[in-house]
Antibody
Framework: EVQLVESGGGLVKPGGSLRLSCAASGFTFSSYRMNWVRQTPEKGLEWVSS????????YYADSVKGRFTISRDNAENSLYLQMNSPRVEDTAVYYC????????WGQGTLVTVSS | DIQMTQSPSSLSASVGDRVTITCRASQSINRYLNWHQQKPGKAPELLIYAASSLQSGVPSRFSGSGSGTDFTLTISSLQPEDFATYYCQQGYSTPVTFGQGTKVEIK
């Protein structure tokens, strides 16, 4: 089955760290650009970061630049988001999504940043 | 950043109705416009890409049109399973940006 499954969400204190994972299956993961997108009731859907198929290019939203790091392991069919120094405003459901058209989404993982 | 503006923000419609949602970009995005559907508690799903191409498995009652700055999503005959929130998304430039969503509710 073609799917993306996120994990790693939870409660984290401001200034702490958290690593999100996204496991891909059913398709050639190494051929696709991958993305992280987050969603809150207040701000809606917000693109967070993208990484090219070979990890050559990485892009970040201004709101997370310098704090979050995207990476991938094509041998393990996995995408990651390292969240350092999270802020309360980073609280959201985080989705991984495939390709520039976001043609495949995971089920999401909730990240809550609170003291 | 390219701003995406959807209208209306919500609408009420009956099963069988024709429904139209519009999306406007703050600058030309050619045809790099996608539409996603999201049901409560679920992840978004791609419906239409490149303004008018139907994603595999999506019913033909969904259609998209437009280019440049103005785009439309049309549901020709609303079905019970179509009650959801719809988002436009531009893929023309980074950062990818989304419209605020249009919630389609039962009248």
């Amino acid at each position: 089955e073609v799917q993306l499954v996120e994990s790693g969400g939870g409660l984290v204190k401001p200034g702490g760290s958290l690593r999100l994972s996204c496991a891909a299956s059913g398709f050639t993961f190494s051929s696709y650009r991958m993305n992280w997108v987050r969603q809150t009731p207040e701000k809606g859907l917000e693109w967070v970061s993208s990484i090219s198929s070979g990890s050559d290019y990485k892009y970040y939203a201004d709101s997370v630049k310098g704090r979050f790091t995207i990476s991938r392991d094509n041998a393990e069919n996995s995408l990651y988001l390292q969240m350092n120094s999270p802020r309360v405003e980073d609280t959201a459901v985080y989705y991984c999504a495939r390709d520039g058209n976001l043609d495949l989404w995971g089920q999401g993982t909730l990240v809550t940043v609170s003291s | 950043d390219i701003q995406m503006t959807q209208s209306p923000s919500s609408l009420s419609a009956s099963v069988g109705d024709r429904v139209t949602i519009t999306c406007r970009a703050s600058q030309s995005i050619n045809r790099y416009l996608n539409w996603h559907q999201q049901k409560p508690g679920k992840a978004p799903e791609l419906l239409i890409y490149a303004a008018s191409s139907l994603q595999s498995g999506v019913p033909s009652r969904f259609s998209g049109s437009g280019s440049g700055t103005d785009f439309t999503l049309t549901i020709s005959s609303l079905q019970p399973e179509d009650f959801a929130t719809y988002y436009c998304q531009q893929g023309y430039s980074t950062p990818v940006t989304f419209g605020q969503g249009t919630k389609v509710e039962i009248k």
